[in-house]
């Protein structure tokens, strides 16, 4: 699991627990964990901590997504909608080429 990732999640958790939790998730900066995205928890040092997440940001992370490949992921919808846009509002798309 990335560095990175770990110390997000660490600083969402310290938001979001308080005191003892946050301070022991710090605890285990620098070593290895195990992040079990589904059921959102982080393990490590004999301890598991529960996580909340976004189900947006869940899928990111489960697909290896950035926000511009989320939006690519609907294509079709996008490519639908602009097609509809053309036949509705013709005036506004003068000039350029379809």
Do not use: C, N
């Amino acid at each position: 699991m990335p560095h990175t990732l770990f110390e997000k999640i660490w600083s969402m958790h310290r938001v979001a627990a308080a005191g003892e939790t946050g301070d022991a998730l710090g605890g285990l900066a620098g070593q290895e964990v195990m992040l079990d995205l589904a059921a959102q928890t982080v393990s490590g040092g004999g301890h598991t901590y529960a996580f909340t997440i976004e189900a947006e940001a869940k899928r990111m992370l489960a697909e290896g997504l950035d926000a511009i490949d989320l939006t690519l992921t609907q294509g079709a919808a996008i490519a639908d909608w602009l097609r509809t846009d053309w036949l509705r509002r013709a005036w506004i798309h003068e000039g350029i080429s379809a």
